[in-house]
C-alpha cells in the first residue's frame, strides 16, 4: 500500500499484475494500530504484538507463520513474503481465528504494515 498519489506503473502501488479485479473501501479506525500473531491457532501459544510496519517478520522476531491474528486497532495488510511482496490480505479491526479468515491458503506471514489514512 503506498501514499495517496498518481502511479504510472502497477510497482509503484504494490501490484503484482498489470490490471485491478477488485476493489473495496476499507474502514478508517481511529484506535492506535496494534496487531497480535499468535502460533496456534485460537489464539494460544507464543504471541508477537506488533504496533507498526515491519518489513521482515522473520529476521525481527523469528517469525514466518501465523496461525491465528487478532487485530486490536487500524486496518493492516498482511503479505505472505519480506518486504511487502507476495500474496496480501487486508485485516481490519476483528479476530482471525485461522488463515482462511483471512482469505489465505496457508499460514505464512513474511511483513505487514499499516493502513495510514491521510
Given at each position: 500500500m503506498s501514499d495517496r498519489g498518481e502511479y504510472n506503473c502497477?510497482?509503484?502501488?504494490?501490484?503484482?499484475?498489470?490490471?485491478?479485479?477488485?476493489?473495496r473501501a476499507v474502514k478508517q479506525d481511529t484506535t492506535a494500530a496494534r496487531a497480535q500473531l499468535f502460533e496456534r491457532a485460537g489464539f494460544s501459544g507464543r504471541k508477537t504484538e506488533l504496533h507498526d510496519d515491519i518489513p521482515n517478520?522473520?529476521?525481527r522476531y523469528s517469525l514466518n507463520r501465523a496461525a491465528?491474528?487478532?487485530?486490536?486497532?487500524?486496518?493492516?495488510?498482511?503479505?505472505?513474503?519480506?518486504?511487502?511482496?507476495?500474496?496480501?490480505?487486508?485485516?481490519?479491526?476483528?479476530?482471525?481465528?485461522?488463515?482462511?479468515?483471512?482469505?489465505?491458503?496457508?499460514?505464512?506471514?513474511?511483513?505487514?504494515?499499516?493502513?495510514?489514512?491521510?
Open positions: 502497477c510497482d509503484k502501488w504494490g501490484g503484482q499484475v498489470d490490471h485491478i479485479s477488485s476493489v517478520l522473520m529476521s491465528s491474528i487478532r487485530v486490536l486497532g487500524g486496518a493492516w495488510v498482511l503479505y505472505q513474503e519480506p518486504n511487502y511482496r507476495g500474496p496480501h490480505y487486508v485485516l481490519e479491526k476483528k479476530d482471525y481465528n485461522n488463515h482462511s479468515d483471512w482469505g489465505a491458503q496457508g499460514n505464512t506471514v513474511g511483513s505487514m504494515r499499516r493502513i495510514r489514512f491521510s
